[in-house]
């Protein structure tokens, strides 16, 4: 193989340090080492090399036959087939480039490598530029459009800049090593519909003051309205636009979140202009329920809008009012006494405390200005519950419960996210007791020095998490009466065959056979529904458990048990300013942890579950 290289080379130069370059991911990286090298630039069309064989000479046997010369395999040598950007010409000797590029031998093979870097993210290609030896070949604007060609770059070419570039390296050489040549087509994202609302109808669970207690004017308890106000308008979504790269592949673009308007208590839904409104009926306190519904590339955002007439209660809830029972919204001066109930369609504000053996019922928010203590109380809340300090009540909220104390031995689950500020004094946060968050936890302390018997959970919802634990009682049960009937029935399984020799051979037993086969065949398809019906739970909760965090500013305390989804462990030691997450990089993922201070994206460090025993991914708590 005999090369055709300028003067100023005495060797094909060797090319993978040109493909490792320009696989590189960070743009700056590539440009600097593309400041040291130079190569050897060619054109379509180009011979590179020529392959040289010597004739042979005819031969004659010791018989006097003559021999011909065998017919020649030129390229039986693989160091001699033409690489990448390199063909053999018609004439069986010449190398011939492909496409324009940077020229010399890759794998020991004569090759034209393109001069192409594209972004990892295929949203920006360039024309890589090394000093080229003398010699080399000024490529055209055409031979440019080859070259991004051959490098599978079809969109977002700048035409303009490619008869700049072409006419700068003929003149001026190479300037810039990185020249962009082609752009992407970024994704124009959608617009999700947003209702207009005409009054505050945010509850603000983060209206803690610096004792713990909880404000009621910045929470915004009880937003009033009036008799015919409009309270809100529905928004109209904006689709987007989808996006290319500069090597032609769609970037799909999800579709918009759409807005739902339903009409509660004491409300009127009416369209106008082709937008869905809710007007007020009565003179009232407004409430605002959202539920979000995902669905593939979109999705929609339910807002429930209800006005409720305002019960208000001067002093305390005791023997003097009796229980509370009333439609609307309630607010409580004082304190509900041990023992009474409070129940309301709407929100239930309580300026006092809730004492040992109370129970609050509520269709929409609770706010508690001080504490819930008593291992009697219960406070259910279809919306979310805020108060100073929990100890050892049980709390159930349909969205967020916001503490700004502690929660001490309490029996705590929220299906949105659970926040413990701490304030009021060092202990402040989560001490004894279960408390699940199924959007995640934040909290100041978790556990403490002594505590042996703290038990959070996130990303799974509590009920959820009954209906798995359901799931597997039943395939247990399965599981211990199907051999009893199958061994009743003289079979070891519901084969056919089996059954039929069965029954064959006891004649006089075949009604009671059939009876003991009908039911282990309603067991086993009570199994495998249960079996699916489980898959289906966990893998909802799996995909949840992606994103939620355990995140603790002091200190999670060693002993302290933790679970995320599926998954669950004890910490061995303690644990200062951290997020606890999971770690889906590892096979099962685990739970770890890295520093508070970090974002949420980066990925977990290798060390990220030092000091911690997992016990498994078996959910069972």
């Not at 039986?76 to 480039?97: I, K």
């Not at 042996?452 to 634990?469: K, L, N, S, Y």
Request: glycine share 12%; net charge negative; charged share 20%.
């Amino acid at each position: 193989l005999e090369p055709r290289l300028p003067a100023s080379l005495e060797a094909l130069p060797n090319l993978e340090s040109v493909v490792e370059v320009l696989s590189r991911e960070h743009r700056q990286e590539v440009s600097a080492a593309l400041s040291d090298l130079s190569g050897w630039l060619v054109t379509s069309g180009q011979v590179i090399a020529t392959l040289l064989a010597e004739e042979g000479e005819a031969g004659i046997s010791v018989q006097g036959k003559p021999l011909p010369i065998p017919p020649a395999d030129l390229i039986s040598d693989t160091r001699l087939q033409p690489g990448e950007g390199v063909e053999l010409a018609p004439n069986g000797t010449n190398f011939v480039a492909t496409v324009a590029g940077l020229a010399g031998q890759l794998h020991g093979s004569p090759a034209v490598v393109p001069q192409v870097w594209i972004t990892q993210n295929g949203m920006g290609a360039y024309l890589a530029c090394p000093e080229a030896v003398p010699g080399s070949t000024s490529p055209t604007a055409q031979d440019l459009a080859g070259t991004l060609g051959a490098a599978g770059v079809t969109d977002g070419i700048d035409t303009s800049m490619l008869e700049s570039l072409s006419e700068r390296l003929s003149v001026l050489g190479p300037g810039e090593p990185l020249v962009q040549v082609a752009a992407g087509h970024e994704v124009i994202a959608p617009v999700d519909a947003t209702p207009v609302f005409n009054f505050d109808h945010h509850a603000r669970s983060g209206s803690v003051r610096p004792d713990g207690s909880i404000d009621f004017r910045d929470r915004n308890v009880f937003p009033p309205v009036h008799a015919e106000e409009l309270l809100v308008t529905s928004g109209v979504p904006e689709l987007g636009t989808e996006g290319r790269t500069v090597r032609g592949e769609i970037l799909p673009v999800d579709a918009p979140r759409d807005v739902e308007l339903v009409p509660g208590e004491n409300v009127r839904h009416q369209a106008q202009d082709g937008l869905s409104q809710i007007h007020a009926e009565i003179d009232g306190g407004a409430a605002v329920q959202i539920e979000e519904e995902d669905a593939d590339g979109g999705g929609l955002v339910r807002y429930t809008v209800h006005v409720y007439p305002i019960t208000q209660v001067d002093g305390d809830v005791g023997y003097e009012t009796g229980h509370i029972d009333v439609p609307g919204s309630v607010l409580i001066s004082g304190t509900i006494k041990a023992g009474f109930h409070v129940k309301a369609s709407g929100d239930v504000a309580v300026s006092g405390s809730v004492d040992d053996g109370a129970i609050i019922q509520a269709g929409g928010n609770v706010t508690v200005q001080l504490g819930i203590v008593g291992d009697e109380t219960k406070v259910e809340a279809t919306g979310s519950i805020a108060a100073k300090f929990v100890q050892e009540a049980t709390l159930r909220a349909g969205e967020d419960i916001t503490v700004g104390s502690y929660i001490h031995n309490a029996d705590v689950a929220a299906r949105g996210s659970v926040n413990v500020e701490g304030a009021g004094g060092a202990g402040g946060g989560i001490i004894g007791g279960t408390v699940w968050g199924a959007k995640g936890l934040t909290t100041r302390n978790l556990g403490s020095a002594g505590s042996t018997g703290t038990h959070v959970r996130v990303g799974v919802d509590r009920e959820e998490f009954a209906e798995v634990e359901k799931a597997q009682a039943i395939i247990r049960q399965v599981d211990t009466l199907l051999p009893r009937l199958l061994q009743s029935a003289g079979v070891a399984s519901l084969d056919a065959d089996q059954i039929r020799i069965s029954l064959s051979k006891n004649p006089g037993r075949k009604k009671v056979l059939k009876h003991y086969i009908k039911k282990a065949t309603q067991l086993t398809s009570l199994k495998q529904a249960h079996i699916e019906k489980r898959r289906q739970l966990l893998d909802q909760i799996s995909a949840k458990a992606q994103s939620v965090v355990i995140a603790v500013a002091d200190t999670a305390y060693a002993r302290t048990e933790v679970g995320i989804g599926g998954h669950q462990l004890s910490l061995q030691d303690d644990l200062k300013a951290v997020k606890l997450c999971l770690d889906t990089s590892t096979d099962p993922p685990a739970i770890g942890h890295r520093p508070l201070h970090e974002e949420a994206g980066q990925e977990t460090s290798g060390d990220a579950v030092s000091g911690m025993a997992s016990t498994g991914s078996d959910p069972t708590p």
